[in-house]
């Protein structure tokens, strides 16, 4: 019987269907089921009597006086939904912050943070309450860190000489100016304060912290900018650099260009009793999951690359490209006998996190149908976390150009707050050519 709890991603079975069509279909809802924040963090978070498992980890839950949460980003909800079903009532404090509100199952507090870059309203009243619950606990005290993509949204407050509006535009202005989603992030890790570059487990600087973070493919340690980990100097250096080279570094305020410096005046006292963060899902589990689902439906399965990176139009062309050697290979070189070939890569699409992948989708449409060359493939680009406005996910489906042209995104029915490990890339070849 289909599921149809709140923190199942999707609001009924997935639908029949042969062909192409289905094939795209099911490679997306396999992938977001096989990487959402509530199984991920279920699997991290488990109680057997009075055994606690924290990540890798396991303790006497008696250790504890308090076991409190934090739930950030784009995925919060769903997150939260796994802390509280895993340890119930063990858990004394919890805190969500994110685009979606809390709903009545969990009985703790939220704020409703919008999408988009750093600087939103609502994001300094619910950093000042992530930094004033994690600041509450003591030595004695549990503090399970949820980051997961869109986190950043609320942790990094502005620099000096910034406010939210200012610094949002700033940080566009960069992406703008050549920027990559990357260097962004380390740049919001390097200037930004409030939540992060260590600073959530430096305000819990007496408790026990376990982050557990949903990775979208650029690395956990980036994520919400990296609440529990404190910047490097080379993440500094590379901040500088970047900055210099888009020639934006001699004008930030002189006391923003300080924290750039080797060796800056920030928070030392990152709790003694820190985890390692903790993956609980990301891209590759979301590509082994669409993996198994198109085998059992008589196709055989295939990665491209590990990451596909650069903005939509390059990251169409790589993808296409590679795709139509996997596919070449596959169905030339003693493959399984099978309906076709499915390939698949995840990319950001160079879009940073918190933004809204859907701005790129034409433009991912319009260089992949440009570029297949192979008779009945079809390319498609799915978002893999959903936003509240405009409802569900989104995904664009294409063939060769001239044949349908570029497509516009489509919506794709699925509860938001669920997980979001970047975009999923599929493209799917028959086994024999449509004429």
């Not at 409190?68 to 009532?89: C, E, K, M, Q, T």
């Not at 200012?166 to 390097?190: D, I, P, T």
């Not at 340690?221 to 500094?236: C, D, F, H, K, L």
């Not at 059992?296 to 490209?321: C, E, H, K, Q």
Request: net charge neutral; charged share 20%; hydrophobic share 45%.
């Amino acid at each position: 019987m289909f599921d149809r709890s709140p923190a199942n991603p999707f609001p009924g079975p997935t639908p029949e269907g042969k062909g192409a069509d289905a094939m795209h279909a099911t490679a997306f809802r396999a992938a977001v089921e096989g990487a959402d924040a509530y199984h991920g963090v279920r699997s991290a978070l488990r109680r057997d009597g009075p055994t606690v498992r924290l990540g890798n980890r396991f303790a006497p839950i008696a250790r504890f006086r308090e076991i409190a949460f934090v739930s950030v980003g784009n995925a919060a909800i769903s997150a939260a939904y796994g802390a509280h079903d895993a340890l119930g009532s063990a858990i004394t404090q919890g805190y969500m912050a994110g685009p979606n509100p809390v709903p009545p199952e969990i009985p703790f507090r939220g704020t409703v943070v919008p999408p988009g870059r750093p600087g939103r309203a609502g994001a300094d009243a619910a950093l000042a309450d992530i930094l004033e619950l994690a600041a509450g606990l003591g030595e004695k005290d549990l503090l399970v860190l949820l980051v997961t993509p869109g986190a950043v949204v609320t942790l990094a407050a502005p620099p000096p000489g910034f406010d939210g509006p200012a610094w949002s535009e700033w940080l566009s202005s960069l992406s703008a100016a050549g920027a990559s989603s990357a260097e962004v992030a380390v740049v919001v890790r390097a200037l930004g304060r409030g939540g992060v570059g260590g600073r959530v487990a430096a305000a819990a600087s007496a408790a026990e912290v376990l982050p557990l973070v949903v990775d979208r493919g650029e690395g956990g340690v980036r994520v919400g900018g990296g609440p529990s980990v404190a910047v490097s100097p080379t993440e500094r250096a590379e901040a500088r650099a970047t900055l210099e080279r888009l020639g934006r570094l001699a004008g930030l305020p002189a006391e923003a260009r300080a924290t750039l410096a080797p060796d800056p005046s920030l928070p030392r006292s990152i709790s003694r009793k820190l985890h390692r963060p903790v993956a609980v899902a990301g891209p590759s589990e979301a590509l082994r999951s669409a993996g198994d689902a198109i085998t059992t439906r008589g196709y055989t399965s295939r990665l491209a690359a590990m990451t596909i990176g650069g903005n939509a139009p390059t990251a169409a062309a790589d993808f296409v490209d590679r795709a139509d050697g996997v596919v070449a290979s596959a169905l030339g070189g003693g493959a399984p006998k099978s309906k076709g070939v499915v390939v698949f890569a995840p990319s950001t699409l160079n879009v940073p996190e918190g933004d809204d992948e859907r701005t790129q989708f034409v433009a991912f449409a319009a260089a992949a149908s440009a570029r297949i060359r192979r008779r009945g493939m079809t390319v498609g680009v799915y978002q893999t976390g959903a936003l509240p406005e405009p409802k569900g996910a989104a995904g664009v489906v294409v063939d060769a150009a001239g044949s349908a042209g570029p497509a516009v995104p489509r919506p794709l029915a699925m509860r938001p707050g669920i997980t979001d490990v970047g975009c999923l890339l599929v493209a799917v070849a028959p086994s024999e050519p449509t004429p």
